[in-house]
């Protein structure tokens, strides 16, 4: 096997895989609560080994990916239904009776009072806004409690994992707990706060800078493939004649 032309093809799908979480980051920068893709660093010791090893078949590893939870900047809204965690808690919210979790708290009503997500699926806890509730009215206690005036219309349901590296992406800002992981009660210390939407993490120009040496990177390794190749047809047209 020619280990040059290996090395360089799987250094052009590992850039490829890049660019395309990249490209997922910069499409969902502007959903309130995304968290963005990142490539997870190989411990020091597996690199090492790998490099002692020196096995022509390896090639250049794959990245493996991990969502960075760090949360995103916070801004006003002045709407009634936006909500926001300051913290590491998460919204539950239920598609088809499974529960999912998200940052995302662009929350509202549909005709039976019923507090749902922009998509349509029903938030978690039991609350109902009657059709005469004056939205300006509306406040939330830090724990979650949902207040208009003084009557309390229900209570949004939170939360927290020991290590949210275990969930799984269920969409742009919606994560699933495989079986064996079960959430705990909302963090100590949070807070959720209305008229406030937490924005994605995604910083733009960081994104651009990635996907530029990213480009520059690919086209690196396209060169080492085209070299070789060349190299090679040489050689072999040389041992021909």
């Not at 090492?48 to 801004?75: H, I, S, W, Y």
């Not at 009776?97 to 009072?113: C, K, S």
């Not at 019923?114 to 029903?122: E, H, K, S, W």
């Not at 509306?138 to 724990?143: L, N, Y």
Request: hydrophobic letters at 35%.
């Amino acid at each position: 096997m020619n280990e040059g032309m290996y090395k360089s093809t799987t250094g052009m799908l590992h850039q490829a895989t890049r660019l395309d979480m990249i490209a997922e980051n910069l499409a969902n920068s502007s959903v309130p609560g995304y968290k963005r893709t990142v490539s997870a660093a190989r411990p020091f010791i597996g690199a090492f080994q790998d490099a002692l090893r020196d096995k022509p078949e390896d090639g250049v590893r794959l990245a493996t990916t991990a969502v960075d939870f760090t949360m995103g900047a916070f801004r006003h809204t002045e709407r009634a239904l936006d909500f926001a965690v300051e913290g590491k808690s998460f919204f539950v919210v239920l598609q088809n009776g499974q529960e999912l979790y998200t940052r995302n708290g662009a929350f509202t009503v549909d005709p039976d009072g019923n507090l749902i997500t922009q998509n349509g699926l029903a938030v978690k806890g039991d609350i109902r806004i009657p059709p005469d509730t004056n939205m300006a009215d509306i406040t939330v206690g830090e724990d979650g409690t949902l207040y208009s005036g003084k009557t309390v219309l229900g209570k949004l349901e939170l939360a927290s994992f020991e290590d949210p590296q275990e969930l799984l992406r269920a969409g742009p800002s919606l994560f699933i707990a495989p079986s064996g992981v079960s959430p705990d009660p909302m963090a100590q210390g949070d807070r959720v706060q209305n008229r406030v939407l937490e924005g994605s993490n995604t910083c733009i120009f960081t994104e651009m800078t990635e996907m530029i040496t990213c480009m520059r990177n690919f086209e690196a390794c396209q060169k080492m493939t085209s070299i070789q190749d060349t190299t090679e047809g040489a050689f072999i047209s040389k041992l021909m004649q």
